[in-house]
Nanobody
Framework: QVQLVESGGGLVEAGGSLRLSCTAS????????MGWFRQAPGKEREFVAA????????DNADSVKGRFAISRDNIKNTVYLQMNSLLPGDTATYYC??????????????????WGQGTQVTVSS
């Protein structure tokens, strides 16, 4: 059974930083592209960032470029999202996702095979 377990969310002031972690089990982690999506109340789910199975290539949404960075550790079966210069608009539930590692990374949520339960990030102004 595949499980993606996120951690690291919380309440932070605008301009602050958080690092989200997602630890995977039940799959061969190094064979999967990984990513992060987020969803704010009343809004559609939004792509944040993705990283290829090898970690060589990443993609970030325009809204977070220069502020967020995705990385992974294939020994620890963990993907990270370092979030800096946080804005109130970054407030959302953040979801870790996984898809089989063929082809390029994608921002389309329907292309991902597995989703975590989410972790809440709240940025106060």
């Amino acid at each position: 059974q595949v499980q993606l377990v996120e951690s690291g969310g919380g309440l932070v002031e605008a301009g602050g930083s958080l690092r989200l972690s997602c630890t995977a089990s039940g799959l061969t982690f190094s064979n999967y592209h990984m990513g992060w999506f987020r969803q704010a109340p009343g809004k559609e789910r939004e792509f944040v960032a993705a990283i290829t199975s090898t970690g060589r290539t990443t993609d970030n949404a325009d809204s977070v470029k220069g502020r967020f960075a995705i990385s992974r550790d294939n020994i620890k079966n963990t993907v990270y999202l370092q979030m800096n210069s946080l804005l109130p608009g970054d407030t959302a539930t953040y979801y870790c996702v996984a898809k089989t590692g063929t082809g390029i990374v994608t921002s389309l949520p329907g292309r991902y095979d597995y989703w975590g339960q989410g972790t809440q990030v709240t940025v106060s102004s």
